[in-house]
């Protein structure tokens, strides 16, 4: 068995991911592991480029730059109220990745730059054939990735 001392935790800040959160951090904290968060915002934001911004107004670079700064900072509080009873928590905005783009390849691409040793996601269920089906963003990780991904579903109530 490889060591575990990096681990990428994928949210898309539902339910769902914020219960995989606890996984993540108990993990991390099993193996004395890094954690980085990542959250992937969809390909249509990138997209806004082709069009240009407004010569009068502040720049979709600093347009961008703000929404992901916004984001970061909504991570890290979400992080903060989730883990408060983990003294041992250490999330700070530089352990929070936020990107523009197709959610599988850049949770895939980020993976491989970043040499993680595993993923922790969150996935849905699907109503009745839930059993059968991984959330689609789940299920293109897990079918991808080159390291084991936990994926956590919320219990049934």
Known sequence: MSKISKILYATDLS????????????????YDADI???HVIP???????????????PSLNDERSKAVDIKKEEILSVCKER????????????NILVKAG??????LSTI?????????????????ISKLLLGSVAR?????????????RLPVE
């Open 15 to 30: 339910e769902t991911a914020r219960a995989a959160m606890i996984w993540a951090r108990s993990l991390a904290d099993k």
């Open 36 to 38: 980085t968060i990542i």
């Open 43 to 57: 390909q249509l934001y990138k997209d806004l480029d082709r069009f240009g911004s407004d010569r009068h107004g």
């Open 83 to 94: 883990l408060k009873d983990l003294p041992n928590c250490q999330i700070t905005l530089d």
């Open 102 to 107: 197709q959610p599988v390849q850049e949770i």
């Open 112 to 128: 491989h730059r970043g040499n993680y040793d595993m993923v922790v996601m969150g996935t849905h269920g699907q109503g009745k």
């Open 140 to 152: 293109g990780v897990v079918d991808e990735s080159k390291v084991p991904v936990l994926t956590i």
